[in-house]
């Protein structure tokens, strides 16, 4: 079922989208040569903590940790580690925040050190497309047109869009209804109405687009071990066009 919400809901989502924000800017200072995943998933705990907040994720379906941090080959649902990050690494951290029962979700891609050029231009066109998907979601637009604008501008860059994990609907649970493909034809697929809110959350491939799932049962990687990015925001489709809660 997907649920409309109240301006006053997506008020309070937008409260949740601003602390998210937050925590991945002062990621920033942080996220260097030496530092490990792990340590960013207590940091990330803490700071929630610290701020009246807690890692939605951590426990949903038996998922362990606050963050999911997927580093290079791996597409999304990395495990935190030990193992510090090198110089060169591209890593994605994703997080969902619960202020107060209010959801936001952001995930965000970061070069570690001096990275290829080949990598920062996939960081690039990755962000890129997100936004290019952000200006279809207004309503009256279907997610087609989402998924279209995504796709086009990624097969254009000579890079490819992950077919197997979707945005979706957020609030009151991580993953509502509708489910958001990051590739499609225009005009196709479910409208968009004042009052959904979504992710919206391209997975671009350096190779090509398929994936599998580590012997964890979560971390997907790419088939070919190319790089892989994902840049993240949770959108509100309002009378006056999208609503970006999680902006930075």
Same mark, same amino acid.
């Given at each position: 079922?997907?649920?409309?919400?109240?301006?006053?809901?997506?008020?309070?989502?937008?409260?949740?989208?601003?602390?998210?924000?937050?925590?991945?800017?002062?990621?920033?200072?942080?996220?260097?040569?030496?530092?490990?995943?792990?340590?960013?998933?207590?940091?990330?705990?803490?700071?929630?903590?610290?701020?009246?907040?807690?890692?939605?994720?951590?426990?949903?379906?038996?998922?362990?940790?606050?963050?999911?941090?997927?580093?290079?080959?791996?597409?999304?649902?990395?495990?935190?580690?030990?193992? !510090? =990050?090198?110089? /060169?690494?591209?890593? %994605? #951290?994703?997080?969902? &925040? $619960?202020?107060?029962?209010?959801?936001?979700?952001?995930?965000?891609?970061?070069?570690?050190?001096?990275?290829?050029?080949?990598?920062?231009?996939?960081?690039?066109?990755?962000?890129?497309?997100?936004?290019?998907?952000?200006?279809?979601?207004?309503?009256?637009?279907?997610?087609?047109?989402?998924?279209?604008?995504?796709?086009?501008?990624?097969?254009?860059?000579?890079?490819?869009?992950?077919?197997?994990?979707?945005?979706?609907?957020?609030?009151?649970?991580?993953?509502?209804?509708?489910?958001?493909?990051?590739?499609?034809?225009?005009?196709?697929?479910? !409208? =968009?109405?004042? /009052?959904?809110?979504? %992710? #919206?959350?391209?997975? &671009? $491939?350096?190779?090509?687009?398929?994936?599998?799932?580590?012997?964890?049962?979560?971390?997907?990687?790419?088939?070919?071990?190319?790089?892989?990015?994902?840049?993240?925001?949770?959108?509100?489709?309002?009378?006056?066009?999208?609503?970006?809660?999680?902006?930075?």
């Amino acid at each position: 079922m997907i649920t409309i919400k109240s301006d006053e809901e997506i008020q309070r989502m937008y409260e949740a989208g601003k602390l998210l924000a937050s925590c991945h800017k002062e990621l920033r200072n942080i996220l260097d040569i030496g530092i490990s995943t792990l340590e960013i998933n207590s940091f990330v705990e803490d700071y929630l903590k610290r701020h009246g907040a807690t890692p939605e994720q951590k426990g949903y379906k038996g998922y362990p940790y606050a963050i999911c941090a997927s580093i290079n080959e791996e597409v999304c649902h990395g495990f935190p580690r030990k193992q !510090p =990050l090198q110089n /060169g690494d591209i890593v %994605t #951290i994703d997080m969902v &925040v $619960n202020l107060d029962g209010a959801l936001a979700d952001s995930a965000w891609t970061y070069p570690i050190g001096t990275i290829s050029a080949s990598a920062k231009k996939l960081i690039e066109v990755t962000k890129k497309s997100l936004y290019k998907g952000i200006e279809q979601a207004h309503v009256g637009h279907t997610l087609g047109d989402i998924g279209h604008a995504i796709q086009s501008y990624v097969e254009s860059q000579g890079f490819s869009v992950v077919r197997e994990f979707t945005g979706h609907g957020i609030g009151p649970t991580i993953h509502e209804e509708p489910e958001v493909f990051h590739f499609g034809s225009p005009s196709d697929g479910l !409208p =968009l109405k004042e /009052g959904m809110v979504i %992710t #919206i959350e391209p997975m &671009v $491939n350096e190779g090509e687009w398929y994936t599998y799932v580590d012997s964890n049962g979560w971390t997907a990687k790419t088939f070919d071990s190319s790089l892989s990015a994902q840049y993240e925001h949770t959108i509100a489709i309002t009378k006056d066009g999208p609503f970006i809660l999680t902006a930075q």
